[in-house]
């Protein structure tokens, strides 16, 4: 079965607080991304990695970075927390393959809030 | 210009019902895949089904159908047989063959399934 987890479900920082989300997956995707979900707006990407070490900025990468060491292991981290982070994160993996290979597979999501 | 359009934003079926949930497409790429995901009150995003542009037929999981019409730029999911379990926020997301995987998503629509 596709699993893909994530560190917390829920967090709580203050502003200013260096946040790591880390994302796992165990089923040997070279693709893994790092998506913000609110309310009315939708899911947007913010970071996706296609290899180790190797990064691209999504739609909104402003005031986020990724650290990708290992192949199953995706780190998203906002460096100063600020209140318009308190978002759902959303980690996903993919294959590279084509058509329905490379479905993507999420998480369980993060709600972070940031005070 | 919305890249995936999902015009309900929510509807509702009586249980052992089937439901259409719509979504209309933009894209002037050839290769491209459509996806339908599901997002129970959890957070969690479950993949559903797949369509991708060369297919000949339309996509079926299940109880999960995807009724693909190219020429008018529309997937939309049908559910047969609703059930409780299928009350959730449902997302529409295509991936153009030239974006590098990435998915852009719709809005969603929250079905709610009655007793």
């Known amino acids: 079965d596709v699993k893909v987890t994530q560190s917390s479900r829920y967090l709580v920082k203050r502003t200013g607080e260096k946040v790591f989300l880390e994302c796992v997956q165990d089923?040997?995707?070279?693709?893994m991304f790092w998506y913000r979900q609110d309310p009315g707006l939708g899911l947007r990407l913010i970071y996706f990695?296609?290899?180790?070490?190797?990064?691209e900025k999504g739609d909104i990468p402003e005031g986020y970075s990724v650290s990708r060491e290992k192949k199953e292991r995706f780190s998203l981290i906002l460096e100063s927390a600020s209140t318009n982070q308190t978002s759902m994160y959303l980690c996903?993996?993919?294959?590279?393959?084509?058509?329905?290979?490379?479905?993507?597979?999420f998480g369980p999501g993060t709600r972070l809030t940031v005070l | 210009a919305q890249k995936i359009t999902q015009t309900q934003p929510g509807m509702f079926v009586q249980e052992k019902e089937a439901v259409t949930l719509d979504c209309t497409y933009d894209?002037?790429?050839?290769?491209?895949?459509l996806f339908w995901y599901k997002q129970p009150s959890s957070g969690e995003m479950i993949f559903l089904i797949y369509?991708?542009?060369?297919?000949?037929q339309n996509a079926t999981e299940g109880r999960y159908s995807l009724n693909f019409q190219k020429a008018r730029k529309s997937a939309n999911l049908v559910i047969s047989a609703s059930q409780l379990g299928d009350s959730a926020m449902y997302f529409c997301?295509?991936?153009?063959?030239?974006?590098?995987?990435?998915?852009?998503f719709g809005k969603g629509t929250l079905l709610t399934v009655n007793p």
């Open positions: 369509q991708g542009s060369y297919d000949q």
């Open positions: 089923m040997d995707h070279e693709n």
């Open positions: 894209t002037s790429d050839p290769s491209y895949g």
């Open positions: 996903a993996s993919s294959l590279i393959g084509g058509g329905p290979l490379d479905t993507q597979y």
């Open positions: 990695s296609y290899d180790v070490k190797m990064k």
């Open positions: 997301a295509m991936r153009e063959g030239g974006s590098n995987y990435k998915l852009t």
